[in-house]
DNA sequence: CTAGGGTTAG
């Protein structure tokens, strides 16, 4: 058996480099289950292998599983203290090879020192704000630095070094409390520097730290290695990275199980796969339990060489040592099903895991989309959409993506627009997004259509951002968009948001290419000199030639825009109008015991026109003193239905701007009330008040 | 809050 995994291993090694879809496992992946045998194998490898691979044996580095026969022999303590100083025990110590094998990481993880709380925490943290908020020049930290609040102790430099954002500051900062020379500087230090510095990539920097922290005698924890070897992985130094690992075992220290997890990934990420479960199979050996970050790391390492065999013993190897898989273990698996070409696995394996009560996320949705997508599995693809929306699952903008893509690889043209015109709905603030979707689409040769085409036009409006607006306009309509009544009322609606003449100006120029007649009225509206008749007559023109759908919107809006530039007389007028053409039925509501007013499907322009309409009715009726009755209702709802948001609040001050009566109703949300007696008392004051 | 490891498009 061992001979036939050492020959799997060397027809791997010779396999042409073009031929990366072929598995490393030849033999059966239950093979793969007896971590020791494969430890024998590959290490019984040796010198064949090397020669394979590299044909001058001279300049081939050798494995790290090389290199640790020999340390294990010579430098690594024989006993199971790892804590014994590497120098008290030379080399004399010979291991016999029928032992066990000793142990290749620590499994216990470092302690972490517990920190007391600093009372002078708010001082510090602002000071270090101050030094993030100046210019990243050394001669700016220095002038900032004269004004740190407190003395620099130990806790104090510590928690200003751990608030620096960037790493030159944190470098800064380093040096210069070293060269204060209050105490002495710790390993702490160093890691944290050392982290930050990694942010920026500084290889070379913290390489620098390291070889200080050597040769001042400062002792190099597993924090200090994982953070070296991390950001040499990072920077693609994946020698480099290696060549610390090795002298971590060199100076004694036994790396615990986030070192060498760090190590698995860079030996993975170099595409060292046997010197990877070389690795893993002499930790699992020494007694390590792998966590799901380190089945991460095997999952992902199989799934860059679609390697189905390998992804089935990350499986199998958890279950058999019981290790549940998490969200990202999961994420991990099913793209590397994905790379290897299962789909159906890859389905199954996202049925496993929502059963086992994990919530997919963004990227769970995004592997499985694309690996639908590339399957042309239009069936499982749709279903999985409407699942997503049905659980209100995550989204993002590659997952947007993805599904564009797999819509444009099955041929979904419908579902790609109706996927557009959802993001626009579900997400008015990222404008961003929808201008990058609207681009991608119009990449990947995907019809916008005029529903889409509205759905960013509103989105871009409710952000301000009308050139852009005018742009989408613009490339729509060349593309062949029709513009509907929908899209004009769209754009009336951004009119009434507009702020400067110069966008209003803009948006009119689009819709004067949409709708001309529309164009016309708004000109004839805004001229103070056109009398009612005039209006009447035109605005039942526009009217009757516009959707039903889109009638009382064209109206809100023109009211909106009305009360924007202080015509509140024609607003008062079109809002009469549009109540005689049936625009608003159901505003006035009234029984023997209260009256009310429904202005929920209005906007608030026309609901302010409205209350100040039925307050001067009102007025009117107090004076004639007929009948009342006792409560009066104006309701605007709570603001959940789209048309409606704000409505509520916009209307609350209206009322106060008007000094009326009414008061948000407490058993009813949206609802305000007033009743006979205040309603009276308040039409006399203002009656009393313009006489006076 | 305060030092270290893993996962999404083209």
Redesign the pocket.
Known sequence: MAASLSTALDVHLSIPKSDTKRPIFLTKPTQRSHPIKINISCNSKSSENVAAESPNPETKTLSLSEQLKPLSSTTLSPTKNDRTPLLSKPKSTWVNPTKPRRSVLSLQ?????T????PR?RDL?LFARKLNDCDNTEEAFLRAITEIPHQPTR?NA??IL??LKFWQKSYFFFNWIKSQNLFPM???F???TM?SL?FGRQFQLIEQLANEMVSNEIEL???????II?CA??CNLFDEAIEWFERMYKTGLM????????IL?VYA?SGKVEEVLSLYERGVASGWK????????LG?MF?ESGDYDGIRYVLQEMKSLGVQ????????LL?AMGKAGKPGLARSLFDEMVESGLTP???????LI?IY?KARWAKDALELWERMRENKWPM????Y??LL?MCADIGLVEEAERLFEDMKLSDGGNVDKAI?LFE?MSKLGVAVNVMGCTCLIQCLGKARRIDDLVRVFGVSIDRGVKPDDRLCGCLLSVVSLCVTSEDVDKVITCLQQANPKLVAFLKLIEDNCTGFENIKEEFRNVIKDTEVDARRPFCNCLIDICRNRNLNERAHELLYLGTLYGLYPGLHNKTLDEWSLDVRSLSVGAAQTALEEWMWTLAKIVRREEVLPQLFLAETGTGTHKFSQGLATAFASHVNKLAAPFRQSEGKAGCFVATREDLVSWVQARRSSITA
């Open positions: 993880r470092q302690k972490r020192s920190y007391s709380y600093n925490v943290k806790e510590l928690l751990n608030s710790e390993t702490i160093y890691n944290v982290k990694r924890d597993n924090i200090t290695y994982s953070t991390t992985k990072r790396p615990d199980e986030v070192t060498y997890s760090a990934d990420k792998p966590d799901p970050i380190a089945f991460s790391v992902k799934g898989p998490n969200l990202v273990v999961y994420n991990t793209e996320d963004e990227k769970t949705l995004t592997a694309k997508g993002d903008f590659i997952l993506n993805t893509n990058e991608e």
